[in-house]
C-alpha cells in the first residue's frame, strides 16, 4: 500500500490567502485525523472522520479552518483566511478500527503564512 | 481529562549506550498507551501499545515499555542505541472506548553521539 498521501508537501501562502490541503487515507481505512504541530503547542488534533462523518472537531481552532471528506478516499482542511499563525505543519493520519488504533501518519504539509 | 507529560525535552545519549524516556499520564481508568517515533521530516510511526495483560510490551527496533500503574508511567526503553534511533519520541494516552482521541504528550527528542 502507498501509505497516507498529503499534498502539497510545502505550502507557501500570503496572509489573507485560502489554503486548502488535501489527504488521502490508506484504502480500507474508516478512520481520518487532520492534526496540526508547531514547536508552540506540539501535535494537536483538529478533527476526526468515522466512515466519512466528523466525530470530534473540538481541536478546530476558529470558523477560519473547516474540513470535509467526500468520499473514504479523500479529505481536504481549508483555511480562509489564512494568518502567519497558522504556519505548521499539518498530519493527516488514518486507521482501521479508531483513534486507538494503529495510526499510520502521513508525511505531512508545511504551511508557511507570511 | 487525559493527559500526558514527558518531561525530558532532550535527551543525548552515545550510541551503543541504554535508553529510558519517560512518561507520566493522568487518567481516570485503565489507559491505553502508545509510543510513536517522528523521524526528520516524516509523520508519526508506532514503536508499541498497551491495552491490557502482560505490563511489558516489545515493539519494533527493539524497543519495549513497561505500564507501572502505581506510577502512572509508561517508559520506553532500549539496551543499546543506534544512531539511525535519533529522533524524536512521543507518547499517547487514549480512551477504551475508542471514541475520544488520543492524547499526546510535547515529545522527547534523542540525540544519539557517535
Known amino acids: 500500500d502507498a501509505g497516507v498521501i498529503q499534498s502539497p508537501r510545502h505550502e507557501v501562502t500570503e496572509m489573507g490567502q485560502e489554503v486548502t490541503l488535501r489527504c488521502k487515507p490508506i484504502s480500507g481505512h474508516d478512520y481520518l485525523f487532520w492534526y496540526r504541530q508547531t514547536m508552540m503547542r506540539g501535535l494537536e488534533l483538529l478533527i476526526y472522520f468515522n466512515n466519512n462523518v466528523p466525530i470530534d472537531d473540538s481541536g478546530m481552532p476558529e470558523d477560519r479552518f473547516s474540513a470535509k471528506m467526500p468520499n473514504a478516499s479523500f479529505s481536504t482542511l481549508k483555511i480562509q483566511p489564512s494568518e502567519p499563525r497558522d504556519s505548521a505543519v499539518y498530519f493527516c493520519?488514518?486507521?482501521?478500527?479508531?483513534?486507538?488504533?494503529?495510526?499510520?501518519f502521513g508525511p505531512g504539509t508545511r504551511l508557511t503564512v507570511l | 481529562a487525559q493527559s500526558v507529560t514527558q518531561p525530558d525535552i532532550h535527551i543525548t545519549v552515545s550510541e551503543g549506550a541504554s535508553l529510558e524516556l519517560r512518561c507520566n499520564y493522568s487518567y481516570g481508568a485503565t489507559p491505553y498507551l502508545f509510543w510513536y517515533v517522528q523521524s526528520p521530516g516524516q509523520g508519526l510511526q508506532l514503536l508499541l501499545k498497551?491495552?491490557?495483560?502482560?505490563?511489558l510490551v516489545q515493539g519494533i527496533k527493539g524497543f519495549e515499555a513497561e505500564f507501572k500503574r502505581s506510577q502512572s508511567s509508561f517508559n520506553l526503553r532500549k539496551p543499546s542505541v543506534h544512531w539511525s534511533d535519533a529522533a524524536e519520541y512521543f507518547c499517547?494516552?487514549?480512551?477504551?472506548?475508542?471514541?475520544?482521541?488520543?492524547?499526546f504528550g510535547s515529545g522527547t527528542r534523542l540525540q544519539v553521539q557517535p
Open positions: 499517547a494516552v487514549g480512551h477504551y472506548t475508542g471514541r475520544r482521541a488520543l492524547t
Open positions: 493520519a488514518s486507521s482501521l478500527k479508531g483513534p486507538t488504533d494503529t495510526q499510520y
Open positions: 498497551y491495552f491490557s495483560g502482560d505490563t
